[in-house]
């Protein structure tokens, strides 16, 4: 089973487009409309493959009504009428509008895909996709056409499958298979050639020049669903092609494109179970949950300088993969993108090479802020809130990044202290405050360097540029204002907080 919501976000908007939303969520199964009438199950997904008029749409939303069904599909104009979406709200029903690109058969196909991943992973904290072995058999197929080596890529430019065919593999190509992505020196120098914005605008094969350190030429084929990207098939030195070879090669992209759609479908469904279920996860420290791989574990959050929204989960799943995490432990907790490392060893995911691949990861004002070693799950509400702190810090410039709440626990702890004063009850410096407001007086600032230099004078008059002198006479102005002693440590330890506010 799984949401309606996560269905259509997994599927994609160039496969579906909701247009009403019921009250029934979880889907179950998918059906034909004008098949063998169905029987009353509340999860169902029916298709109205055969509505192509008003009344036909609403007799397949009065069927899907009939059985309890969670929600219709149908076609455009169809699925948009008022009429229709209005008489759905009514019924509860959701409607999903399937794009006219894709058949039906092949969206029961992608559908069954994302419901049979989601039974197999239920109760897995990562939920692990389809195989690649049909794509493997594409790239085979793709290989022979054109007598040369060919791989399957992502629009991440991930390796998907490869052919066997070696004959003019150069060290791109091994490297390529064997880390299972294009090298990053690699992808610099194909990003510079302006390979890589030619992929996402071409929709015919082109040719890259070879270049240095033996890299060969090849020969890009976009893979599309409509407009959109969703891959390409790269040939290594495939030598002059006849138009009978390039026109078969191409015609292969079609069904190459329907195996990544099922593939990001699936991807999609399992990225947002590992979400849920992790934000779970450090949300409520559940300590029965067997899903987490082995810790001990930190929380980092996640974040730019300016806390930008539209910088958010994507684009660090994104980046992470690109930089050789395969399976990325993501979630967004209060709209803080948030990951889930391994606090020890140096492999992909762990906090040692996040913490060293970060200038490489993305954006230069980009931060990262881990919490405490978590040694079991229960200790991962603490980690993340220790994470969200350090973020806090290093965004007021008090932190650096990236870094652990281990390195700045006593910023951490004043930051927390001083929090907590928010809202309180007039204090000393607010009296302060008032008197520099209305006379021009500055003795907030004197005393914050008074506390933090209480056995040096001469430095603290240094810091605010004023002579020895003026500062005893302003001290005493302060003692005088605010009728606290500033030889108790206890009160110098208050007044220094509520200075730091």
């Known amino acids: 089973m799984i949401d309606i919501d996560t269905l259509a976000e997994s599927l994609g908007e160039g496969i579906v487009r909701r247009t009403a939303k019921g009250v029934r969520r979880t889907v179950t199964d998918v059906l034909l409309a004008d098949g063998d009438p169905p029987s009353h199950d509340a999860g169902t997904l029916l298709l109205g493959n055969g509505a192509h008029h008003v009344d036909s749409a609403m007799d397949v939303l009065r069927a899907a009504d009939a059985v309890g069904a969670a929600a219709v599909v149908l076609r455009a104009p169809y699925a948009e009428l008022p009429e229709v979406t209005d008489a759905a709200i009514d019924l509860g029903l959701s409607v999903l509008e399937l794009r006219p690109i894709v058949s039906w058969t092949h969206f029961v196909w992608l559908v069954r895909s994302v419901l049979d991943q989601s039974t197999s992973s239920a109760g897995a904290l990562v939920a692990h996709p389809v195989d690649y072995s049909e794509l493997f058999e594409f790239a085979d197929a793709a290989a022979a056409i054109v007598s040369a080596p060919v791989t399957i890529e992502d629009a991440f430019s991930r390796v998907l499958a490869y052919s066997a065919l070696q004959d003019t593999a150069d060290p791109v190509r091994i490297s390529t298979i064997v880390g299972r992505r294009v090298p990053e020196h690699v992808v610099k120098h194909f990003r510079s050639r302006g390979v890589f914005r030619t992929l996402h605008a071409a929709t015919e094969p082109f040719r890259v020049a070879a270049g240095s350190d033996g890299v060969l030429e090849r020969l890009v084929v976009p893979v599309r669903a409509g407009r959109e990207l969703l891959g390409s098939i790269w040939v290594v030195d495939p030598g002059p092609l006849s138009d009978e070879q390039l026109a078969e090669l191409v015609r292969t992209t079609s069904v190459v494109a329907l195996h990544l759609l099922r593939l990001r479908a699936v991807f999609g469904a399992a990225r947002r179970v590992t979400i849920e279920r992790l934000r779970s996860v450090l949300i409520t420290g559940d300590e029965s949950s067997d899903r987490l791989p082995d810790g001990p574990w930190r929380v980092v959050a996640l974040?730019?300088?300016?806390?930008?929204?539209?910088?958010?989960?994507?684009?660090?799943?994104?980046?992470?993969?690109?930089?050789?995490?395969?399976?990325?432990?993501?979630?967004?907790?209060?709209?803080?993108?948030?990951?889930?490392?391994?606090?020890?060893?140096?492999?992909?995911?762990?906090?040692?090479?996040?913490?060293a691949a970060a200038d490489s990861l993305t954006r230069q004002d980009t931060h990262l802020a881990a919490g405490r070693v978590a040694d079991t799950a229960a200790d991962l509400p603490r980690s993340r809130a220790d994470a969200i702190d350090v973020l806090g810090l290093q965004r007021a410039g008090s932190a650096s990044t990236p870094t652990t709440s281990d390195d700045v626990w006593h910023e951490v702890v004043i930051a927390r202290a001083v929090a907590s004063l928010a809202g309180g009850a007039p204090s000393p410096v607010d009296v302060l405050a008032r008197h520099d407001a209305d006379h021009s007086s500055d003795y907030v600032a004197t005393l914050r360097e008074i506390l933090a230099s209480p056995a040096e004078p001469t430095r603290a008059a240094a810091r605010l540029g004023i002579h020895p002198n003026t500062l005893r006479n302003r001290r005493s102005t302060i003692v005088e204002l605010i009728g606290a002693d500033l030889d108790d440590p206890r009160i110098r330890l208050a007044l220094s907080l509520l200075v730091s506010r």
């Open 303 to 355: 974040g730019d300088a300016s806390a930008d929204e539209e910088f958010g989960l994507e684009l660090w799943e994104i980046a992470l993969r690109r930089s050789g995490w395969s399976q990325p432990l993501l979630t967004e907790v209060d709209g803080i993108p948030m990951a889930l490392v391994a606090a020890t060893g140096r492999r992909p995911g762990s906090w040692a090479w996040l913490s």
